[in-house]
Nanobody, 123 residues
Framework: QVQLVESGGGLVQAGGSLRLSCAASGRTFSNYAMGWFRQAPGKEREFVAA????????SYADSVKGRFTISRVNAKNTVYLQMNSLKPEDTAVYYC????????????????WGQGTQVTVSS
């Protein structure tokens, strides 16, 4: 089992920044690739970003490329999502997830999920 707890969400104006954190406990964090997903009201959960177990491989949704950065510190069992130049359409609940392989954008391949943190971007 891997337990994931997100933090860092909040209310920010358009153009602002937030950094989300996801703290992991349980099984060895460095054995898992990690991903961030988001879900807006009335919409399906969508992929945001993913990072390999070592941090050497990352991928992003086109909608966030160039604005968001995923990173991890295995010594701290934590993965981050730095979000810059936020837009109202980034408003959603953001979830982190753990994947025993590197599945990138496929949510069904992630084994463990956090409870989510709300990000609201005002215009």
């Amino acid at each position: 089992q891997v337990q994931l707890v997100e933090s860092g969400g909040g209310l920010v104006q358009a153009g602002g920044s937030l950094r989300l954190s996801c703290a992991a406990s349980g099984r060895t964090f460095s054995n898992y690739a990690m991903g961030w997903f988001r879900q807006a009201p009335g919409k399906e959960r969508e992929f945001v970003a993913a990072i390999s177990w070592s941090g050497g491989i990352t991928s992003y949704a086109d909608s966030v490329k160039g604005r968001f950065t995923i990173s991890r510190v295995n010594a701290k069992n934590t993965v981050y999502l730095q979000m810059n130049s936020l837009k109202p359409e980034d408003t959603a609940v953001y979830y982190c997830a753990a994947d025993p392989s590197y599945s990138g954008s496929f949510p069904n391949r992630y084994d463990y999920w956090g409870q989510g943190t709300q990000v609201t971007v005002s215009s």
